[in-house]
């Protein structure tokens, strides 16, 4: 199983994020859902810190991407991140949709 879990402050914005685990449906390697959601936890960090320049620490690994926001976005930086978590969100649940529960969405609000 694969885990996409957001953690939000109370403001509503995104503080956290860690997507972990593995599909073993397949063998590693060859499984399209890992390789999916690999590279959609990809693109969404990638995003937030090229595309919103929001700087982040944590850990990037196999099986595991945990990062933290350093800094609160301002209000412009904000709405991209609502977007950005609002898609690769969708982009997971399409998953769920197409291969079965395959991830797990958590959301909690931590402050």
Sequence with gaps: MITAE??????????????SGHDNSEARGGNIVCAAASALALNFSQSITKLLK?????????????????????????????????????????????YGEVVKIIETIKD
């Design 54 to 98: 929001i700087k982040v620490s944590g850990v990037i690994k196999s099986g595991v991407i945990s990062l933290a926001l350093k800094e609160l976005p301002g209000a412009q930086c904000a709405q991209g991140l609502r977007l950005l978590t609002e898609s690769v969100k969708l982009g997971f649940m399409s998953m769920n949709e197409k």
């Design 6 to 19: 957001f953690n939000y402050g109370i403001d509503g914005l995104l503080k956290s994020f860690t997507f």
